[in-house]
């Protein structure tokens, strides 16, 4: 007999989805924001509205060095998917105060500092992605990070 999937096994399914109309050629990631099993908002990674993606002319990739010192690489072009998430929530006037987010991956220092401020109560996600990063922010803010494994992934 089949059993059914979790609520979380549930969103994350649908959030690997939404992943797919990610317009990055580094990686595809998606965001659901989840209030009661309902959902808020999604987003994914790709250009701002109106401008062109790195599938149609390529990634405008940047080097920096993160305090630690170590090399990072990030494209000008892309908005991250739980920033895209949140501004799709603000746009159709949506608060996703006490909510939680559903990432593919987890996310990076910066939108977790925005997850912070928006009110975010817990991140759930598939895969982990420099946890070092955020570790010191996790500790600090309470925010809760889960991991949702997929059977057969």
Known sequence: METRPSWDQYFM???REV???STCLRAKVGAVVVR???ILATGYNGAPRG???C???GCLVYESRNPSGELEQNCF???HAEINAI???ARNGTSIEEADVYVTHTPCIHCFKTLVNTGIRRVFYEKPYKLETISEL???TGLELIEVPLPGR
């Open 51 to 53: 401008m062109q993606h």
């Open 138 to 140: 996790i500790e600090r």
């Open 55 to 57: 599938l149609d002319v």
């Open 87 to 89: 501004a799709q929530a």
């Open 13 to 15: 399914t649908i959030t």
């Open 19 to 21: 992943a797919e109309r």
């Open 77 to 79: 072009r892309t908005i």
């Open 36 to 38: 009661r099993r309902s």
